[in-house]
C-alpha cells in the first residue's frame, strides 16, 4: 500500500508516478469522515473545530489527500511523502516530512516543516511558516506566502515554471509555421531558409515578450522574512 519505487524515477516521473498509481487513500469529504470516525479521531472537520490527526503511528508512510475540503490538522505525523490534489483546509505543522507534494490546492497551511522536496503544481493562497526546504520544483502557482522560511534562491522562478520554456521549441514551432507557408504559397527553397532564420529570431523576441508579461500576472507568490 502507497509503496513506490522512486529512485528508478525522474523528477517529474515522481510525481505523475505517485498521481497515477494510486489506488487507495482518501479520495473524497466522506472518506476522511469514515476513517475519521474508524481512528476515533477528534473534531467534526469544520473550521471551529477540525479533524486532529496527532503522532498516528497507523498512518502509512507515504499519503495522500484528493478531492477533501473538510478542515483537518496534522502534528507531529511523521511522512515520507505527503501529498495533497485538489484539496483545501488542510493544515501540517509540526511533522516529519521528505516530500510535499500541491497540486491544484489552496488554503493549505504548512508549519514547523522541514522537508527535502517540495512540488507545486496550479497550487494558490497556500501558507508556509517557519519551513526549510531544501529543493523546490513546480509550475503554475500564484499567490502562496511563505513567511520565516529558508528556500532555494530561486524560488520565484521554479514555482512559476511554464511546460514550454526552452529556445528549441520556438525553432522547431517556427520550422513548422513556415513550412506550412512554404506549401501554401510554394516559396522557393532560398527564400524559405531566409524565412526560417528570421522567423527564429522573431520568435525568439515574440517569446521573451510574452514571458515577460506572463510572469507579471502569475509571479506573485509572496516571501516575508
Not at 62 to 87: A, P, R, T
Amino acid at each position: 500500500m502507497f509503496k513506490i519505487d522512486l529512485d528508478k524515477l525522474s523528477e517529474r516521473a515522481k510525481v505523475i508516478d505517485i498521481y497515477l498509481r494510486r489506488n487507495d487513500g482518501i479520495n473524497s469529504d466522506e472518506e476522511l469522515v469514515s476513517l475519521a470516525r474508524k481512528n476515533n479521531w477528534g473534531g467534526k472537520g469544520v473550521e471551529t473545530n477540525p479533524y486532529i490527526i496527532e503522532a498516528e503511528e497507523g498512518l502509512p508512510s507515504q499519503l495522500y489527500f484528493l478531492n477533501v475540503s473538510q478542515y483537518v490538522v496534522m502534528k507531529n505525523c511523521n511522512f515520507e511523502i505527503l501529498e495533497f490534489v485538489k484539496s483545501s483546509n488542510l493544515r501540517v505543522t509540526n511533522c516529519s516530512l521528505k516530500r510535499l507534494n500541491l497540486i491544484e490546492c489552496s488554503c493549505i497551511s504548512i508549519e514547523n516543516i522541514k522537508m527535502s522536496n517540495l512540488y507545486m503544481s496550479k497550487a494558490k493562497e497556500n501558507n508556509f511558516d517557519n519551513c526549510e526546504i531544501k529543493e523546490l520544483s513546480g509550475r503554475l502557482s500564484r499567490e502562496n506566502t511563505f513567511q520565516n522560511c529558508k528556500l532555494p534562491d530561486d524560488a520565484q522562478e521554479k514555482l512559476t515554471e511554464k511546460i514550454i520554456a526552452k529556445p528549441q521549441w520556438y525553432f522547431i514551432l517556427s520550422i513548422g509555421f513556415l513550412t506550412l507557408i512554404n506549401v501554401f504559397f510554394q516559396i522557393d527553397s532560398t527564400r524559405l531558409f531566409i524565412w526560417i532564420i528570421d522567423g527564429f529570431f522573431v520568435a525568439i523576441f515574440l517569446a521573451s515578450i510574452i514571458k515577460r508579461a506572463y510572469y507579471r500576472i502569475i509571479k506573485p507568490n509572496k516571501f516575508i522574512k
